[in-house]
């Protein structure tokens, strides 16, 4: 029989083995934080008021030059366009499909490991060797979706690699149907917790098929929303692999560069190493306020 944790009454101290616990379990993580994160972090706020271009071991500083010069180009804006656009669509179809298909799984259905797995595999399929396969699926002259579109009769069939818009959604789509099985396996775990008697309850008083989900399902996998709404955010808003290997941020100059690919171009194509640390700035601190509002709103639903 296992027992009990020894409760510290008031006035006397705990004993020192509890503190000695304490600083072997936090002080290596946040050693191993300190030096892969935080420093990190702190060295490209740094770098982000430099002219810093790699090879030069010397970063002059220059103010705010970079910043204002981010924010005076026209292109930011496009591809600020571009990361909204990709993440706000990669987080809320990914979610509702994931929630759909859960529920639609979740049930006693024949062969539905089969299908789990199938659903789930591309979440672990490297993202190069997707965006390699979806390039020959939209190949303009011998894709399989150009080939499906010249059979339902649609005559002007876009070119997913000339036009910018249709680019985009190129890129996009197949970044969902790779993270599809992540949100998808994370609600379907989410449902097994779920309180069956509630439903059951909501069902016997004549609630509505809809009203049953929106009322009563859907409030308790509010935490797992929570925790897929910002992972979903920040992996959507890293991805490198698949715009990299499919049009390499075009067509026309930025057709699909987010922010973190042009942090790569700048720093890496362009050599300008301390423009690109001001772009990964600006993203930190965009995600930084996204995520305490996410977390504001989180505590308010609880309460």
Do not use: C
């Not at 027992?3 to 006397?12: A, C, D, N, Q």
């Not at 990669?90 to 929630?99: R, T």
């Not at 942090?263 to 995600?287: K, P």
């Amino acid at each position: 029989m296992r027992k009990s944790p020894e409760r510290v009454l008031p006035g006397r101290s705990r004993p020192w083995q509890d503190y000695a616990l304490f600083v072997v379990l936090v002080v290596p993580n946040l050693a191993l934080l300190t030096v892969f994160v935080y420093r990190p972090l702190a060295d490209n706020i740094r770098l982000s008021f430099t002219d810093w271009n790699i090879a030069d071991p010397v970063a002059n500083s220059v103010g705010f030059d970079n910043y204002i010069e981010w924010w005076q180009r026209d292109d930011s804006w496009k591809v600020v366009g571009n990361t909204v656009i990709f993440t706000v669509a990669a987080v809320v179809v990914s979610m509702a499909l994931g929630l759909a298909l859960a529920m639609l799984l979740d049930r006693k259905l024949f062969g539905r490991n089969v299908v789990r797995s199938a659903i789930f595999a591309p979440f672990v399929i490297s993202g190069a060797a997707i965006g390699v396969a979806f390039q020959f699926i939209f190949d303009p002259s011998f894709g399989l979706v150009q080939d499906v579109l010249h059979r339902l009769g649609v005559d002007n069939v876009p070119d997913f690699y000339q036009d910018p818009e249709w680019a985009l959604f190129m890129v996009t789509l197949t970044y969902i149907w790779k993270n599809l099985g992540y949100a998808f396996v994370i609600y379907l775990a989410a449902l097994q917790g779920v309180r069956a008697e509630l439903l059951e309850a909501a069902e016997m008083d004549g609630a509505s098929s809809w009203t049953r989900f929106t009322r009563v399902l859907l409030p308790q996998l509010r935490p797992t929303t929570f925790f897929l709404s910002i992972t979903v955010l920040l992996n959507s808003l890293q991805v490198f692999d698949i715009i990299n290997v499919m049009t390499r941020g075009g067509p026309l100059g930025n057709g699909t560069t987010t922010m973190v690919f042009q942090v790569y171009e700048e720093s890496f194509r362009n050599f300008r190493a301390g423009y690109g640390a001001t772009v990964a700035t600006i993203m930190f601190v965009v995600l930084l306020v996204v995520t305490l509002i996410q977390v504001r709103v989180m505590d308010r639903g609880e309460r």
